[in-house]
């Protein structure tokens, strides 16, 4: 082999020698700064972490994070903003799940807390916390059972459509006054709804209706309903819908109040008519059932009936 051949394989050796070791260098630069933005990251969220609830932990043992920072307002940006403060500036960050205290009763978080307790604390302290959430969750679903006993809220109403009659005219209307009223309301308090339906229906004809109201009025009639609730046991409060007959109730609705034991319970009466307002109607049922609380009644105008929301709003968070 010839001098300028052994000087030029001695050449090419040596360039691809340090490529290979420039590789291995640059290989190694970026898995250190690869190192170094997880230690980054991890410092940054090690910190934020560290920025605990002190009070939930002293006297509850509950580790949480008051990721709203004062603001009252939780937000995404928020927590990653403090994290760029403690040195993951720079670094793309993705939040890939948030879980708050009270999602799923808490259940799943206290998991997560009593994980975090095991190791830092050890399973001695775990056991007796576990046997305390134990009691907080039975104490909570109690309470929450209790809460919904005691807002148990029903809307019974009597409505009629056909033939209506409208700030001086006569209207035909497939839905009445008072059901609009009703369905409104359930809107605004979730409250189960019944209605109060005549086994014998008033005319769709105004004129004969209100001939065949006026006469069961005179007689003091009971008119038979289709159906009742099987209860009234779970409800507080009783929302009663109807609209002014003859100065009062529709005689199906006086059916209604015979039926059931209203003592110990809110009456809150809305009345949809034309002119004549609730008429002697709170007074009636208060005579009707002596032992409920009868409060002050709502009075819609029924040509209205439709931008009657903010008032029934109003009125039902008396």
């Not at 000087?7 to 590789?23: D, I, N, Q, R, Y």
């Not at 009597?158 to 497939?174: C, D, I, K, Q, W």
Request: with cysteine; proline share 3%; aromatic share 12%.
């Amino acid at each position: 082999m010839k001098k300028a051949e052994i000087t030029a394989f001695l050449s090419l050796t040596f360039v691809l020698l340090v490529s290979f070791v420039l590789g291995i260098l640059e290989i190694s630069i970026i898995h250190t700064s690869g190192n170094l933005s997880r230690l980054t990251v991890d410092r940054a969220v090690f910190s934020v972490f560290g920025e605990y609830h002190v009070k939930l932990f002293s006297d509850y043992q509950v580790f949480a994070i008051e990721g709203s920072y004062g603001t009252g307002e939780f937000s995404e940006e928020k927590l990653t903003g403090r994290m760029k403060y403690y040195g993951a500036a720079g670094i793309e960050q993705d939040i890939t799940g948030i879980q708050y205290l009270t999602d799923q009763n808490g259940q799943a978080f206290r998991e997560q807390v009593l994980q975090y307790m095991e190791d830092k604390y050890g399973l001695s302290v775990i056991r007796g916390f576990t046997g305390l959430t134990s009691k907080w969750e039975e104490q909570a679903l109690q309470g929450e059972e209790m809460a919904v006993m005691q807002m148990a809220q029903l809307i019974a109403y009597f409505s009629r459509a056909g033939e209506n009659y409208f700030s001086g005219a006569l209207r035909v209307v497939p839905v009445g006054n008072t059901e609009i009223a009703a369905g409104m309301l359930q809107q605004i308090t979730g409250a189960d709804l019944f209605k109060i339906d005549p086994l014998l229906p008033y005319a769709k004809d105004y004129n004969e209706c209100i001939a065949q109201a006026q006469e069961d009025q005179r007689r003091g009639a009971r008119p038979e309903l289709r159906s009742y609730p099987d209860s009234l046991e779970p409800y507080d409060t009783i929302y009663l819908g109807y609209p002014n007959y003859w100065g009062t109730m529709p005689m199906p609705v006086f059916t209604f109040l015979e039926r059931f034991d209203f003592t110990g319970k809110t009456i809150k009466p809305f009345c949809t008519h034309e002119g004549s307002g609730l008429g002697r109607s709170e007074s009636d049922i208060r005579r009707l059932c002596p032992g409920a609380k009868v409060e002050k009644g709502l009075a819609i105008q029924g040509s209205s009936v439709k931008s009657a929301e903010d008032a029934l709003r109003k009125w039902s968070q008396k």
